[in-house]
């Protein structure tokens, strides 16, 4: 979840990036290379290292430092230790007063992140793009590497959250074979040992361990700092002298990597794992040689495209159309000291014959690849979508800078760049040899993961148990810098300006269109559409039959095939979904601005001429058919989907129910193709609401819309279905689910409150303090930090703009033996909710945030069009969220702690738990 942190054992190496701008000017390592990538590279006295890639253009910023060291360097008997200080490093204090460094990010906005890899450990920030922000920001990674001061109490706050994540990763049976399996596929015998290490010797690290392996390891000769987006170059280069160009590296020897001790290694004769998974797959794992260099990594991310990245990718066709697969991936996966090629096809039927019978075939498929010579077509088609992709992540400053980082780990930055030049040039030949040598010069490992059976939600309902109100609050962070102040007028003027800027009209009545034309820094066009359809009623039971219409439309429309379709929007470098969701089909594209005329047509004509062909109709039943059984197995959906059962007066069949899994296999059984054309035929029309940002010609789009969308009306009304408000029946509900390391909490509270009531917005501030953070709330604090119940915990308000209809979700996850530790801390923090309310420090925190996260005037692109969504809907315009501002900044702390007292009540509590203990 976000803000929290978790292992990974690869990364996945599937596109690339072209970049123009500055060069360095003192660079001790490649200055060619810096100076053709746009890279700007320096080595300080001390080792350390800093990348620097500017965008002027960009609205983020981010900061990546990658220090390379990784579970492979966790003592003989210490394993964990790597990813366990990643955890303190979060925690410790820093900031002057003694706040955890979280508590700070999380008062500037700054979204943050952390991971720990055989190879690496990396810390990941993003954030608005602000020079100040970023010099803080230096100053605290600087204090963390050589300034963190680790206590005995740290290690014993933060070891069982560290073990309840353990947990939480020993529930993936699939994570954990694939962890069993890499160091059988890659024959390098560390890899026995996983990153987040065992209990045993997690509970064995003493004071005396952890500050050794920060002693060691966190130095500046150790580390390489990547900042991407917008900033000021000259500034950073400063800051970047001043807080790591003095620190020291410490004269100490790295000690040798882990070693596997005899009798640890692996088996490598034995190349068949199996294991039950929520998702039932056949995976095959190749190895790959030790040393990358830019062309076999081209080759490899190219091959992937030709196995599975289109419908006309080779396992597509072979195994997908020709029905013996619900779908198939390819990846490469790469680690500093080995890799493999992992090729999937997930089965149709999950018994053990059918996963044998798809192993075989796929394995036979795999290897004809070295002999069935590809297509300049098809080389062709890879190369866009590489290229493509490669867009789109130079576009993102956050995915840009954590990928050159990655690189770095294992070898070289510059890698990616180089890449980039080697995909194209990459011949067929070169592409067939890749293949030969992948796929028929090794036996490969597989992986066979059959589905577990899935839980039941007919649970019987335990009467509540009562808690009572005890201790006092958790303290609460006092704020480093004043709070700031939003100015009313200014979000009024903001509001007024972006009013202007935004041109709003509506086509047939029934279609709400806002085309707002500005500057991008990315020359891009954002869209959004949401096609709305039926009624409550006209809807009824055909919930599942619109899931199957929205998702087969992607293969194709009269006039042109699927893979013609896919084509035409690669040619566009067009970014396209579209999903159904409940009474409506949500589009999304992001595509160049010079493509939208052309591209509008393509999307226009498959949503009013969608070709629905017989096979496609087999393939997306299938595959429909396996995410629907996908979900009964895990924790989390089997909780919402008992909330569902438990809070829903709607029957089966109603639009507003969310199905369960044998209501949507059982509805999915019925469906005929014929049904499907029907549908369209009478649901589909200019119904909803359509956005677009970005550099177009407003009047030119609103011609083009009226001329293609203006003749196109659905046979059927549509109506938003009502949704009035229900009381919630108060209680614990426990469902039983197949043997699991953690378990899955979900609690409601509900409440007759519409979004723009008083007391609506006063709930949504206490939920900052209540559970908003995952580590610097009260939740968090007394789950997490406190008592070590549950690895990630979060609460949320969320408020119907259109009927007094409130809700209250906090949801966890847990270890199953801790559960009414669980519910008893729960109800505990909401009744001292209660009783104290909000402290003056927690209210001004709270509004804040607030402030930050609707401040008109402060908001980049992608959170005011986001906002856009809600307008429409509403047929509102920017002042609806200047007038929300405006109120929320009048609240005072008697009002809040008043609406809590009057909405609040731990007695009314509806509490579903998921998990395996008796």
Known sequence: MNRTRSTSIAFLILSFVNVVTGHATENKTNGAAAEKYGAIERQFENGFRALLVPDSKAEQTAVTLVYFSGSLADPEGKAGLAHLLEHLLFSAPTTPGNHALVSEMARRNIAYNGNTNFDRTNYHTAFASDQPTLNWLLEQEALRMHKLTITEADIARELPVVLREKELGDSNHQQKLSLQILPVVTRFAPYVRPPIGNEAELRSIAIDDVRAFYRTHYRPDNALLVIT??????????????????????????????????????????????????????????????????????????????????????????????????????????????????????????????????????????RSLGDT????????????????????????????????????????????????????????????????????????????????????????????????????????????????????????????????????????????????????????????????????????????????????????????????????LVGLDAHLSMTPVDDRLAIRFDLPANSLPEFLGVLIDVLRHPALPEQGFKEVGNQLRVAYQSQGAKPQVVAEQAVTAFTSQYPIGDIRREPGMAEALAALEGIELNDVKAFHADYYGVNGELMLSGEFDA??????????????????????????????????????????????????????????????????????????????SRLGRRLRQQEGISYGVASKISASAFEPRATLTISATYAPALRQQLSKAVHEELALLVKTGLTD??????????????????????????????????????????????????????????????????????????????
């Open 841 to 918: 420090t927690e209210f001004s925190s709270a509004k804040d945030n607030w402030r930050r996260r609707n401040d008109l005037s402060k908001l980049d692109h992608d959170k005011l069009f986001a906002k856009l969504n809600l307008l429409l809907r509403l047929r509102r315009d920017m002042q609806y969220y200047a007038e929300l501002n405006t109120r929320v900044e009048a609240l005072t702390l008697a009002q809040v702690n008043a609406a809590i007292a009057r909405h609040i009540n731990p007695d009314q509590l509806l509490e579903v738990f998921v998990d395996s203990a008796q």
């Open 373 to 568: 010579a590809f297509t300049e077509k098809e080389l062709e088609r890879a190369k866009n979508l590489l290229r493509n992709e490669a867009l789109h992540v130079q576009s993102q400053a956050a995915s840009f800078g954590y990928r050159l980082a990655e690189f770095a780990s294992i070898g070289d930055w510059r890698l990616w760049f180089e890449s980039i030049d080697a995909a194209q040039e990459v011949s067929l030949p070169e592409i067939q040899q890749t293949a030969k040598t992948i796929f028929q010069q090794s036996i490969p490992v597989a992986q066979l993961m059959s589905k577990r059976h899935a839980a039941s939600i007919a649970a019987e309902k335990e009467s509540v148990v009562p808690h009572a109100t005890t201790g006092e609050p958790a303290a609460a962070s006092v704020p480093a810098h004043l709070p700031e102040t939003a100015s009313p007028a200014a979000n009024d003027v903001t509001a007024t300006a972006l009013d202007a800027q935004i041109e709003r009209f509506s086509i047939n009545d029934s279609l709400a269109v806002a085309l707002w034309p500005k500057p991008m820094p990315t020359g891009r066009v954002q869209g959004q559409w949401n096609l709305r359809m039926g009624t409550a009623d006209s809807m009824f039971g055909k919930r599942i039959l619109a899931d199957l219409t929205g998702s087969l439309l992607a293969h194709g429309s009269a006039s042109l095939d699927r893979q013609q379709l896919f084509d035409r």
């Open 229 to 366: 987006g917008r900033f000021d170059v000259a500034e950073t280069w400063k800051q970047l002298e001043t807080h790591f160009g003095e620190i020291k590296s410490p004269k100490i020897v790295q000690p040798p990597a882990f070693q596997v001790a005899s009798g640890q290694e692996s088996s490598a004769s034995q190349r068949s794992f199996r294991g039950e998974g929520d998702v039932a797959s056949v995976s095959l794992f190749y190895p790959l040689r030790h040393s990358f260099d830019a062309k076999p990594i081209a080759a490899m991310g190219l091959l992937s495209g030709l196995l599975a990245g289109s419908p006309a990718s080779r396992l597509h066709e072979s195994l997908v159309s020709a029905g013996q697969a619900a779908s198939v991936s390819a990846m490469p996966l790469l680690l500093r000291n080995a890799g493999a090629f992992e090729v999937t096809a997930h089965p149709l039927t999950a018994d053990s014959e059918g996963l044998e019978q798809l192993q075989n075939t796929l394995a036979i498929q795999v």
């Open 699 to 776: 009047k030119a789009t609103r011609r083009q819309l009226e001329s293609l969308l203006g003749p196109w009306r659905s046979k059927q009304a549509y109506q938003r279905p009502p949704v009035p408000y229900a009381a919630l029946a108060p209680g614990q509900h426990v469902i039983a689910v197949p043997e699991g390391a953690h378990g899955a909490y979900t609690a409601q509270l509900r409440q007759p409150l519409q979004a723009n009531e008083t007391d609506a917005l006063a709930l949504t501030l206490v939920n900052f303090a209540l559970g908003e953070d995952a580590l610097q």
